[in-house]
């Protein structure tokens, strides 16, 4: 079992920056792709960016390419989200997530319980 804690949500200003982050509680880190999800009020919830097992590899959603940044610290179990040049469309709950499948597609086994951002314009 892993267990995923999100830190770091809050509320800024459009055109501010925010940084997530997500500590893991397992000896087994590197054996997980990470990712990050977020569901705003009243949609589905959508997938966000990835980062490999080494930190090698990343992968964006077009809405964040660009702006938004992945990274992870296998040594602190820790994976990160940079959020620059937020907008309010960005306002949703951010989602960690940790799986073992070959890539972004997941599957994605185990899931933080959120954290919330919200943008204002």
């Known amino acids: 079992q892993v267990q995923l804690v999100e830190s770091g949500g809050g509320l800024v200003q459009a ?20 990712g990050w999800f977020r569901q705003a009020p009243g949609k589905e919830r ?3 960016a990835a980062i490999s097992r080494s930190g090698s590899s ?17 040594a602190k179990n820790t994976v990160y989200l940079q959020m620059n ?9 951010y989602y960690c997530a ?3 499948g070959s890539w972004y597609l997941g599957p994605y086994e185990y899931w933080g319980q959120g954290t919330q951002v919200t943008v204002s314009s």
């Open 85 to 93: 040049s937020l907008k309010p469309e960005d306002t949703a709950v």
């Open 58 to 74: 990343t992968y964006y959603a077009d809405s964040v390419k660009g702006r938004f940044t992945i990274s992870r610290d296998n």
């Open 46 to 48: 959508e997938f966000v």
């Open 98 to 100: 940790a799986g073992l």
């Open 15 to 34: 055109g501010g920056s925010l940084i997530l982050s997500c500590a893991a509680s397992t000896p087994t880190f590197t054996s997980y792709i990470m």
